[in-house]
């Protein structure tokens, strides 16, 4: 049975929604991993991005996905955090491509669209269907790996 390993990622400089999926042949979705991934305000935030990208990528040689899942940034009130979560992201794109990752982005409507069918779909509503459409044999901790594990299954439903 073959499958296809996904890196999915909730980009963040503080927390990183990252999660491991895989979908066989028989078109069954399993999380193989799900972390939250902190980094510490009280170092540097060029320390944060390099701790990061080295998480990122010890992920990516330990499960080796052919794949990127990853949220595109939505406009946001708070310029400051834009930016640093936009400058995270980067570094996640430079790491996947690096390991020769294929990259797909989505929106949050794009990932409310594919795990509930509805694009205006609340939080509530997107982690209850996160739920109900993959097994979860482990503890996921966060509303951070739930949101990484939605972006893959965006990537799952619309990348056949």
């Known amino acids: 049975m073959t499958t296809k390993t996904i890196l999915a990622i909730d980009p963040g400089f ?5 999660a491991i999926l895989e979908r066989s042949i028989d078109g069954k979705h399993i999380i193989i991993y ?3 991934f902190k980094t510490s305000a009280k170092i540097s935030f060029a320390e944060r991005l390099v701790l990061i ?6 992920i990516i040689k330990k499960h080796k996905p052919s794949a990127l899942s990853i949220e595109k940034l939505y406009l946001a009130n708070n310029q400051k955090t834009v930016m640093n979560v936009s400058e995270a992201r980067g570094v996640v794109l430079y790491v ?5 990752l294929n990259i797909f982005e989505y929106s949050p409507p794009q990932i409310k669209v594919a795990v509930t069918g509805y694009g205006k ?3 509530g509503m997107v ?6 459409l993959v097994k979860i044999d482990i503890k996921v901790k966060s509303d ?7 972006i893959g299954l965006t990537m799952l439903a619309c990348e056949r």
Request: glycine share 6%.
């Open 53 to 58: 990208g080295e998480k990122v990528e010890s």
């Open 34 to 36: 799900s972390e939250c």
């Open 96 to 100: 996947a491509k690096k390991y020769k």
């Open 127 to 132: 982690m209850d269907m996160v739920r109900k």
């Open 144 to 150: 951070d790996e739930l949101d990484a594990i939605a």
């Open 121 to 123: 779909a609340d939080k």
């Open 14 to 18: 503080e927390r990183l929604g990252i």
